[in-house]
């Protein structure tokens, strides 16, 4: 597999690169695909509603996640924008720029501030603005799901992300060193569009169809018959090979083709979507717990409780906080402070790159979500619950 010139001298892999064929990294994801599988298959009430949340996850996020990514990759390669330059010649608008990058679906564009803090093309109240402004891959579910609510909380973030960066930049008196390191020197390139890439997108165009077709309230089962089924199944199938094969953990190389980049981490963010409806449904079915009436004994603390779960590197408990709000369980204040406090997977680079400023960062986006989180619970703890 081709890589960049430099990576493969060095002695470790980062602790979200892996660089081994067939090692533990590898495996670990191997066994998740087959357990999957497994799930999937079965009879009976188990297999039936692990194949309905798969071909809902697909139809209803994943095909909307790769029409993004797609059209923002392609974009970017076609106009050949390099949004580090574009940072470093903005300097009155770092700030701005650097919060709506990180309020856009997903963990790129907050993954490239956090890369030009590092080469020195932005301020650190830029990084500060991208992860406090960043929901991450929480943000697709969330708009293919409760779009009501993401026309509030993105704007929203993206505002708070700038009055925080501004503060920073204000009050925040000393940087970070770096040790030159960039986002591209801890990333494996794949170097090529692979068959799985294609074969991925072909089937992502139907699994969209399906996707807007259900947005518009179509009867799917008298248009489409078993497509959905058959679609979801398929799209799942493609993803999960992929993310399981990946030399990849949470970010691909800027160097790649859009095409190869949108089923790398379509396939990533799917994973964490799928992994948060079986969670959430199988408690609910073969449990018979009652969530909402479990969470609502400490419903003061849910939303310092979400804040704190935002703390955490990675999607994955994002999301399943997300699907927690989309199935009424908290309410929305605490997925808003979720949404502030949480870095999605930039925090992955952030770490790797420059641990302290990764940790203060984090820390500052605590106190707009804190704040936020609060007004919204004390003054309007009806809204858009």
């Known amino acids: 597999m081709p890589t960049q010139p430099g990576l493969a001298a060095q002695a470790t892999p980062t ?20 357990l999957l599988l497994g799930l999937a298959v079965w009879p009976g009430t188990l297999g039936e509603l692990t194949r309905g949340l798969i071909v809902d996850a697909y139809v209803q996020v994943s095909a909307f996640v790769a029409a993004t990514l797609l059209l923002f990759y392609g974009a970017e390669r076609l106009f050949r924008f390099d949004i580090g330059t574009a940072l470093r010649n903005s300097r009155g608008f770092q700030v701005p720029l650097a919060a709506l990058m990180g309020a856009t679906p997903g963990c790129g564009g907050a993954v490239v501030v956090v890369a030009a803090y590092t080469s020195g093309n932005v301020g650190f109240g830029a990084v500060v603005a991208t992860l406090t402004a960043t929901m991450g891959d929480a943000a697709f579910l969330l708009i293919a799901t409760r779009p ?54 072909l089937i992502a165009i139907p699994g969209l169809v399906i996707g807007v077709s259900q947005l518009a309230m179509i009867d799917l089962d008298a248009v489409y018959g078993d497509w959905p089924l058959v679609i979801g199944l398929a799209g ?6 992929i993310w399981a094969t990946s030399p990849l953990q949470a970010m691909t190389h800027p160097g790649d083709a859009p095409v190869t980049r949108m089923a790398e981490e379509t396939s990533f963010i799917s994973i964490w979507v799928i992994a948060a409806y079986l969670a959430y449904d199988y408690m609910v079915v073969f449990t018979g717990v009652d969530l909402e009436a479990a969470f609502s004994t400490v419903a003061p603390l849910l939303p310092l409780i979400a804040i704190v779960v935002g703390f ?67 003054l309007v703890p009806g809204f858009l619950n």
């Not at 602790?15 to 087959?34: I, M, Y």
């Not at 000393?174 to 986002?183: A, L, S």
């Open 15 to 34: 602790p979200f690169v892996a660089s081994d064929r067939f090692g533990p990294f590898r495996l670990k994801r191997l066994a998740v695909a087959v």
């Open 148 to 201: 009501d609510a993401a026309i509030v909380v993105l704007p929203l973030s993206f505002t708070v992300g700038i009055l925080t960066g501004w503060l920073v930049d204000r009050f925040h008196r000393f940087e970070f060193g770096t040790d030159g390191k960039t986002c591209s020197d801890i990333v494996p390139r794949i170097g090529r569009t692979r068959p799985q890439d294609w074969l991925f997108l």
């Open 236 to 241: 799942t199938s493609v993803g999960v090979m």
């Open 312 to 378: 955490i590197p990675g999607c994955g408990p994002q999301v399943l906080v997300t699907t927690l709000y989309i199935n009424g369980v908290i309410p929305f204040a605490a997925l808003l402070g979720n949404a502030i406090s949480n870095d999605g997977d930039a925090l992955f680079p952030a770490i790797a790159l420059n641990p302290k400023a990764a940790v203060i960062a984090t820390a500052y986006s605590a106190i707009p979500a804190l704040i936020v989180a609060y007004g919204f619970h004390l």
